[in-house]
């Protein structure tokens, strides 16, 4: 069993950065995958990007140059930056993790934090 708990949230202006953070109850939270989402009003849960346990990471296509996902082992958490955020990232969103260990492919996610909202707005 494994709890995430999103914090960093909030409003920023057109351009502006933020950084993310999901704290885990388990000092063994790299060795499954973990993911952040997101979901903008009136839209459907969008994926955002993904760490494994190998430390290879992925993105959704067009966010790459804007977001960067990372894992703080000192501190068991999870991080997402975000950087010249545009009004489309508003959204709130979530850390996931995998109930397996190890495993090279994300695909499943078992468990997730209750979400931190950003809202990108001038």
């Known amino acids: 069993q494994m709890t995430l708990s999103e914090t960093g949230g909030g409003s920023v202006q057109p351009g502006g950065s933020l950084t993310l953070s999901c704290e885990t109850s388990?000092?063994?939270?790299?060795?499954?995958?973990l993911a952040w989402f997101r979901q903008s009003p009136g839209k459907e849960r969008q994926w955002v990007a993904t760490?494994?346990?190998?430390?290879?990471?992925s993105y959704l296509g067009h966010l790459k140059p804007r977001f960067d996902i990372s894992r703080d082992d000192a501190k068991n958490r999870l991080l997402l930056r975000g950087h010249n955020l545009q009004p489309e990232d508003t959204g709130t969103y979530y850390c996931a993790a995998s109930a397996s260990r190890w495993t090279a492919r994300c695909d499943e996610w078992d468990y997730w934090g209750q979400g931190t909202r950003v809202t990108v707005s001038s």
């Open positions: 760490i494994n346990a190998f430390g290879a990471m």
């Open positions: 388990t000092d063994t939270y790299k060795e499954h995958c």
